[in-house]
Nanobody
Framework: VQLQASGGGLVQAGGSLSLSCAAS????????MAWFRQAPGKERDFVAA????????YYADSVKGRFTISRDNANNAVYLQMNGLKPEDTALYYC?????????????????????WGQGTLVTVSS
């Protein structure tokens, strides 16, 4: 599976941005997809994850209520709608995927659990 992220850009604080991640190759119902981000000089942090089989989601506390992860099974795509953006959301955003072998595997925020990674897309939030 190859992942291609897009949609980053410059936005003012309080604004919105939508990221997309297109997956090539077969993404079946035993996959989990996620978004991570890495700010300059910081470690890569978990943002959100979604279970492909039933759409169950999991969010980092820092984005809960502001960001929404969703998937489009027919088009093998995952999205991240970001509202109420803050300057601290500025980062390189990565989409990631993992095959779990199960329809009901628990979503995880651990980056090393994800095998497939897309290139980052830069989100810059100005104050």
């Amino acid at each position: 599976v190859q992942l291609q992220a897009s949609g980053g850009g410059l936005v003012q604080a309080g604004g919105s941005l939508s990221l997309s991640c297109a997956a090539s190759g077969r993404v079946d119902s035993k996959y989990h997809m996620a978004w991570f981000r890495q700010a300059p000089g910081k470690e890569r942090d978990f943002v959100a994850a979604i279970r492909w089989s039933d759409g169950t989601t999991y969010y980092a506390d820092s984005v809960k209520g502001r960001f929404t992860i969703s998937r489009d099974n027919a088009n093998n795509a995952v999205y991240l709608q970001m509202n109420g953006l803050k300057p601290e959301d500025t980062a390189l955003y990565y989409c990631a995927g993992r095959w779990t072998g199960s329809l009901r595997a628990t979503l995880t925020k651990e980056a090393n659990a994800y095998r497939y990674w897309g290139q980052g897309t830069l989100v810059t939030v100005s104050s």
